[in-house]
């Protein structure tokens, strides 16, 4: 099992850009989540999936959009990058609650 | 919305000594979980604990929901156990959607 993986692993863009951050799990987890963190802060939620097909906004989904059209795969779209959006990205899976969640090892994100 | 707050937010631990984390939230969780980030930025997982007690090896973890707080006990530490440790809650309407303290910086010197 290679568990959450994500590509890239380091991203700069510049301001205005747009990309993807890909985000795949080979554990058949239904839920998938990102989020993202900040200098000192803990995580924040940016958008959620609870199966293919359904996704739904957390607590910081401005400037970002998600689809789901398969379980494994939930990638993150940035469409006009912003430098507050400077951050290390990271995907999580789990099965329904009661499950504990498991991180992919980050993307660091750089807008200029 | 609901807040959670760790302490202490720094922790300087010569090895061998104990440690306890604490993690105060503000409102009724459906569950709580404890993350240990290396210093690699990679996060696992150390605990999912809604209530009670939960040990493995020299880490153990203990909810008192009614109180709405939780403690991380850290015994014999070693250099490994370098990096920033988190809480999470989940907060009612379940989703998993974590809720995240600012984290407690842990540094253990030989």
């Known amino acids: 099992n290679a568990g959450v993986t994500q590509t890239p692993k380091f991203q700069v863009l510049k301001t205005g850009q747009s990309m993807t951050l890909q985000c795949a799990q080979d554990?058949?987890?239904?839920?998938m989540s990102w989020y993202r963190q900040d200098p000192g802060m803990g995580l924040r939620l940016i958008h959620y999936s609870v199966g293919a097909g359904i996704t739904d906004q957390g607590e910081v989904p401005n400037g970002y959009n998600v689809s789901r059209s398969t379980t494994e795969d939930f990638p993150l779209r940035l469409l006009s990058a912003a430098p507050s959006q400077t951050s290390v990205y990271f995907c999580a899976s789990s099965y329904p609650p009661p499950d504990t969640q498991y991180f992919g090892p980050g993307t660091r994100l750089t807008v200029l | 919305g609901i807040q959670v707050e760790q302490s202490p937010p720094d922790l300087i631990l010569q090895e061998g000594a104990n440690s306890t984390l604490r993690c105060n939230f503000s409102d009724s969780v459906n569950n709580l979980q404890w993350f240990h980030q290396n210093p690699w930025g990679q996060l696992i997982n150390l605990f999912y604990?809604?209530?009670g007690t939960k040990q493995n090896g020299r880490l153990s973890a203990t909810t008192v929901a009614t109180e709405r707080y939780s403690l991380l006990y850290i015994s014999s530490s070693q250099t490994t156990d370098s990096g920033v440790y988190f809480c999470a809650v989940e907060i009612s309407g379940g989703y998993n959607k974590l809720i995240f303290g600012a984290g407690t910086r842990l540094a253990v010197h030989p």
């Open positions: 604990i809604p209530s």
């Open positions: 554990m058949n987890h239904e839920y």
